[in-house]
């Protein structure tokens, strides 16, 4: 290389050596716990199946925070256990045996487990091995409730599920419509916040619920800081579900915007749905999300009220599978003593009333977004290098937020099996 | 976090950390060489290819231990060189040009090799070129015997074949039926232990050979530790084949067994195709069996007498053709000196006899387990963590004989060509 | 182990030891630029896209140097940006939005960008946030001509286009055809190599172009040393266009070979196509062959006079699209000042007389050779290990000019975005 050349070189390279330590500097982040939380927070409950799937003696391998776990239904009851046979790892699942209700059998070399405590009850070949009583694999502890199996995935005493759930959900009177679960090839984190996101909503012009409502949704929602500290609400009793909650009365939708021009002139903008419709018209067509509110919870779960309809109440869950995958589990749920109406829910109504419209129409284009963000988060450092705005720090209260209530975090060294799961 | 949960992660890590340094101190096994095997044992002899699949002028590139190979047959022999041209690294096998019987020409620049002794013998573009005879691929000592092309992997001279075949498949009145070799996705070691392996015999609960037969197979044999003793003979003279073999006539096969249950009672378990035979059935269908010999033999190979039936001898070979596949050879063995009988078993006599049942019929079983192996011993440090029982003394007596005489170990190193393969 | 194979074992790795050695003492080679340029050259031209691609108000996603960047065209002019929004690295094109000629909108949370300098003009839900002004993409440098749209990428002000292009290709009378780009999984340089490169020139006997035409090509072209002194001219003023050219005409085409065998006889060799012709024959159908010259250009083209008919000369560019793949431009150029020829040229006649024999019926076997030496030189060290001879003089040559006249060099960091692209 020329001198000229190699100077250009040189300099560059400082250039790149100086953001590089800008960066590191700001490594330890005021919410490090959430960017270390790549695998997910260890020690929570977290949905796994919905129970309509598991019918009597059936089996399903899953996958929560990069763990294989088996899930089964003997004499009604869910368990599930570790999917890693402690002699030579084969995963129980591809070949399950369940010779009796209480117990698994490992299809390559017959060692027998407890489906209650994971122990190593015999083996059919070597009933005098000494191995017997003294080996395991993982239990997990498992809720079923409301037709979903919760699993707790961790290492120490489980506290109550509903410490891990927003508030509602578990009520006497909540009746809970399931939809399907689903993967999505993003972080379990881009999950979270991209729920809570108000900023995010301008994604939903694309989506078709808001369009065959004729509803013209917004620019991105947007709150002074005044009103961001008015309209949260904090949840943190030691006994009980941890999250907050923002009402979204004192938000405001913007529906028109404007460009700066070059010239000096303006180029207005006004969402497509909005145009030709009276400040009254707009307002009722708003004034239900006005009702509602959103809230973020522990471990990874957003509730939305009076959504998409008034008695409604929307539950999702962003379980972490791996560290790259998360598991998207949606719940409409309203609250009634009336069994009819509770059953009308349960078949027609929460699917016309929530399902075709929250999850078919509208939630879908955020699972587009989220994975969206991966490459960004997860090859080009991301968690580091993004510029975040003041409406992001209502992202940013959830991180620290998680940071300080989690339980533990997941790391490699557990999916590996180094703690036993 | 929380003071609390700051306390919970830190004893999880605690715990996290114990483990691992258990493991790692454990790291050195006495059957460490079998763990640093993944790319297989050096300077050893290995089926390459049948010998049908190879007419005249025809070529086929393989893979053993990570190293590309070319074959190809000229002028009636066969010849294996380095599939890589040491110019500019391009595989022959991608248009290979054999313009004389002597020689290859690589198609980018003409540099011409001799078949023999892999020597650059001429450039056709450049006669002149200094770098004639003063570089060249490496050669493979390769012997065609009984219908398979066997090639030597390695640096030293190399011994004779018949120092790392099993006894008997060189006999000259052996007769060779070969079934057409495929690769399956586990490393090689995994092949050689589950087919020594007594207790995985379970899993041919599952093959049909023994379904169609009526054959109850077993839970998994057995042996006492003296049983194991007075059946297992040792062969380790120098000159010759190194292995050991197990005479069956000792183990016991389980045909029943139980689990215990909570309530104290017991479940009894017999194989569904011993139920409602009498002793004498059953012991019938499985005297065959008791007739045999298994033995391992290095460097991959498994010796099985009187299999599928009494005067046919099995034998597979797990090459490895790099560290996360393994090429699985097989062969139906008869002893005859009447050639009418030869003729009959390597046309329908064999087919009929050994690969319908053996290959089709039950060793796809054993192909399945080896991949079911695979996750846990290449990502989750399975080498480390798996969790031996008693009878698996069987595999380790193998790990450690085969520690003792492996000639070498193949690493990445090799691979790459840093030791001119 | 016994001692024996220890002590094989052992000396094994010594010698693998040494030759790793040797090829780490060897690693400064003096054209380390070059090799270290597996991501490409910064600060340099590159062919992006063809305008008939891109019409009004459309968009396009490139790859350039492993730089994500947008392309799109408004009000009739083309601009270049990041593809990658500082906020939370949305990618713009998966849902691009150009609300005004003069910006684009992303689709996430509606920051909304300057098209000409990169700057953030706005934010349609927050325009008055404190970050708008304060941050911004970047925007690369472009040109579009001939039809075809260059980009700039690096960090310096850009030089004029034409000093990264080979002479002749601007000029006012050039009538430039373009054909359809594509990638090919191989490392740019390969596709610099491979194309100069006098040897290759053997793979083109099975180039559909010369089978058609009669031609019998070579078994590479040879030159004394002298020959290549004599022909070669640099071109490397300060401001200018830098490269080097080789005129053809002292250039040897072998169209015979010998192969000496081991008897002491030797097997003579001849192109098929050269057979039964008469020297003059042979002559007449090269001698367009000896008119032309060819040479490379940086950063990383080919120019190729009189090709593949005397008044039409090919141009190719091998563009990192990343460091494992590289994008295939191809034009082939006339000069005219009569428009009717010229229209004739963009119309049937270069279609006829280049692109279809020069891009589908010759190229397309040095597309296959570049992406067979990728194995090599990707993942066995192939720029370390490569053994070259003489007449690769003229490929070393090309590295050191490369190396020397090179602005700079691409690295992972840049790629990631650490110095903002
Ligand atoms: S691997 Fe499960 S019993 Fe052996
Ligand atoms: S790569 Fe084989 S001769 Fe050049
Ligand atoms: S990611 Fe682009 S505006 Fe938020
Ligand atoms: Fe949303
Ligand atoms: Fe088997
Ligand atoms: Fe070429």
């Known amino acids: 290389m020329t001198d000229v050349t190699e100077q250009l070189l040189k300099d560059t390279q400082e250039h790149v050596d100086e953001e590089k330590r800008r960066v590191e500097k700001m490594g330890n982040r005021p919410w490090q716990p959430w960017i270390d939380a790549e695998w997910g927070f260890r020690n ?37 256990i570790e999917d890693r046979c402690p002699h030579r790892g084969i995963r129980f699942s591809s070949r399950p045996l369940f010779y009796t209700k209480e117990t698994i059998t490992c299809w390559y070399h017959t060692w027998t487990f407890d489906l209650d405590d994971g122990s190593l009850r015999t083996i059919l070949s070597s009933p005098d091995s000494k191995v017997i009583g003294k080996c395991g694999v993982k239990t997990y502890p498992l809720v079923e409730t409301k037709g979903v199996i919760f699993i707790f995935v961790g290492d120490i005493d489980p506290p109550p599920l509903e410490y891990d759930l927003a508030p509602g959900f578990l009520d006497e009177d909540a009746v809970v419509y399931c939809s399907d679960p689903y993967d ?75 460009i700066p021009l070059k010239d000096g002139s303006v180029q207005q903008l006004m969402l497509p749905l909005a145009r030709g419709k009276s400040d009254e018209e707009l307002s009722a067509l708003t004034d239900i999300i006005r009702l509602g509110t959103v809230g973020l919870w522990m471990p990874c779960s957003l509730k939305v009220t009076t959504f998409p309809v008034p008695h409604c109440t929307h ?27 509770a059953e009308r829910w349960l078949g027609e109504d929460g699917r016309v009333m929530w399902e075709v419209p929250a999850v078919k129409g509208f939630t879908v284009d955020d699972a587009f977004a989220r994975a969206e963000m991966q490459k960004f988060y997860e090859s080009e450092d991301g968690w580091l290098r993004e510029r975040l705005f003041q409406p992001d720090v209502e992202l940013t209260m959830w991180r620290k937020f998680a940071s300080k209530h989690a339980r533990g975090i997941q790391t490699e060294d557990h999916v590996k099996g180094y703690f036993s799961r």
Request: glycine residues 8%.
């Open 44 to 80: 929570h409950w977290y949905p796994a199946l919905i129970s309509r799937d598991m019918p009597e003696g059936s089996h399903k391998a899953v996958q929560l925070l990069g763990e294989d776990i088996l899930v089964t239904r003997q004499n009604g009851s869910v368990r599930a």
């Open 184 to 258: 999505i090839a993003s972080n379990w984190r881009l999950g979270c916040e991209n729920g809570y996101d108000p900023g995010h909503q301008f994604i939903h012009n694309w989506s078709e619920m808001c369009i065959n409502a004729g509803m013209h949704t917004s620019y991105g929602y947007t709150s002074s800081k005044k009103e961001v500290l008015d309209t949260t609400r904090y949840t943190e009793e030691e006994c009980g579900p941890k999250g907050f909650t923002r009402k979204v009365e004192k938000t405001t939708f913007n529906h028109t915007a404007e």
């Open 315 to 341: 539950y999702e869950f962003y379980v972490p599978k791996n560290n790259k995958e998360h598991t998207y589990f949606q719940f409409g749920v309203i609250h009634t003593q009336d069994s009819e109406e």
